[in-house]
């Protein structure tokens, strides 16, 4: 949880086979949390998507993220619908250098899809704002981790 990156690349560096799956990828007006979020007016256009991120083709999460589209070339909009929202920035010399997050315990039926949703409805639900060096935000995302699929490790020290 300290370090930020790529969910893709830390499932693999767990010795997992990373996947993915999109269910919506579309560009739309920002919504009201979205905008402020990202510091954007409401009704600006994101790159919304809903994500199911895989482990050895196992669900291990849920994820929700508009991304801020406005000075993105159009190519690279597409190729964020494709794979790892972070390597598609990468790409184009993007790299945001940290995220505001909070985490919550939850439970709920609303949240997931396919055979992969919990029957137990139960998530550790990551949400963050990601942002540039600059301070400039460029993606929001909730995160929806499926309680016992995917293991936080938190060092804590004096």
């Not at 589209?69 to 964020?80: K, Q, V, Y």
């Not at 940290?98 to 439970?107: F, N, P």
């Amino acid at each position: 949880l300290q370090e930020l990156r790529s969910i893709t690349e830390t499932i693999r560096e767990m010795g997992l086979e990373p996947g993915m799956t999109h269910r919506v990828v579309k560009r739309r007006g920002a919504t009201a949390d979205e905008a402020f979020r990202l510091q954007i007016a409401e009704g600006e256009p994101v790159l919304y998507m809903e994500r199911a991120i895989l482990a050895d083709a196992e669900v291990v999460a849920y994820s929700y993220d508009a991304v801020a589209i406005r000075d993105l070339p159009e190519e690279s909009i597409g190729e964020m619908g494709k794979g790892s929202v972070f390597r598609a920035f990468a790409k184009l010399g993007i790299f945001p250098v940290r995220a505001l997050a909070e985490i919550h315990a939850m439970s709920s039926t609303e949240v997931g899809w396919g055979k992969g949703r919990p029957k137990s409805g139960l998530y550790l639900l990551l949400r963050q704002v990601h942002f540039l060096r600059d301070g400039i935000p460029v993606m929001a995302s909730d995160t929806y981790f499926v309680e016992g699929r995917f293991q936080f490790i938190i060092h804590r020290t004096l």
